[in-house]
T-cell receptor, first 110, second 115 residues
């Protein structure tokens, strides 16, 4: 089965600073999903990356997929309190379901 | 509102009891997925149904069962509950996208507390 490892497990960032989260797969990554979760709440879809080298941005969040490294990164520019939460990467397995990493907890300090 | 509806939002029950969690997928989505999220295990896939048929099974305990009805809503039944079953249970539905990809939408979850 596909295993996704996220790093760091948690991070604290000063408001206005940038941050990067990585998601590394044990198998070839053909596509990757990023979700955000507020503690105890549902998952909110952020982005889906379908091709190696693909890069997508939405507001201050940018995600990239490096197929060769079997890795995706999520970068937040000029973090705000609204960026706080748990970020989860997920990958489609061959049997039509999403497998997830353990998540990265982001805390933004004012 | 994501379009995936889960009820109830919270559930507190005693060990040994049985509960049913309900999920209505987004309109038009044929697939329903159930996930369990606990602090030590993360988000774990339990089971998937597609148009009423079981399609994929994950780490679902024998005490747990699910079904999808003709109107496409799904129920997850948890029986002989143990303290360790306390978790957030999520339902998701998916729609096919171009290129063979799927878009997954999650509900807001049911928080189960077993006391």
């Amino acid at each position: 089965s596909q295993e996704l490892e996220q790093s760091p497990q948690s991070l604290i960032v000063q408001e206005g600073k940038n941050l990067t989260i990585n998601c590394t797969s044990s198998k070839t990554l053909y596509g990757l999903y990023w979700y955000k979760q507020k503690y105890g709440e549902g998952l909110i879809f952020l982005m889906m990356l379908q091709k190696g080298g693909e890069e997508k941005s939405h507001e201050k969040i940018t995600a990239k997929l490096d197929e060769k490294k079997q890795q995706s990164s999520l970068h937040i520019t000029a973090s705000q309190p609204s960026h706080a939460g748990i970020y989860l990467c997920g990958a489609d397995t061959n049997d039509y379901k999403l497998s997830f990493g353990a998540g990265t907890t982001v805390t933004v300090r004012a | 509102d994501s379009g995936v509806t889960q009820t109830p939002k919270h559930l507190i029950t005693a060990t040994g009891q049985r509960v049913t969690l309900r999920c209505s997928p987004r309109s038009g989505d044929l697939s329903v997925y159930w996930y369990q999220q606990s602090l030590d295990q993360g988000l774990q896939f339990l089971i998937q149904y597609y148009n009423g048929e079981e399609r994929a099974k994950g780490n679902i305990l024998e005490r747990f069962s699910a079904q999808q009805f003709p109107d496409l809503h799904s129920e997850l039944n948890l029986s002989s509950l143990e303290l360790g079953d306390s978790a957030l249970y999520f339902c998701a539905s998916s729609e096919p996208l171009t290129g063979g990809w799927y878009g997954y939408t999650f509900g807001s979850g049911t928080r189960l507390t077993v006391v």
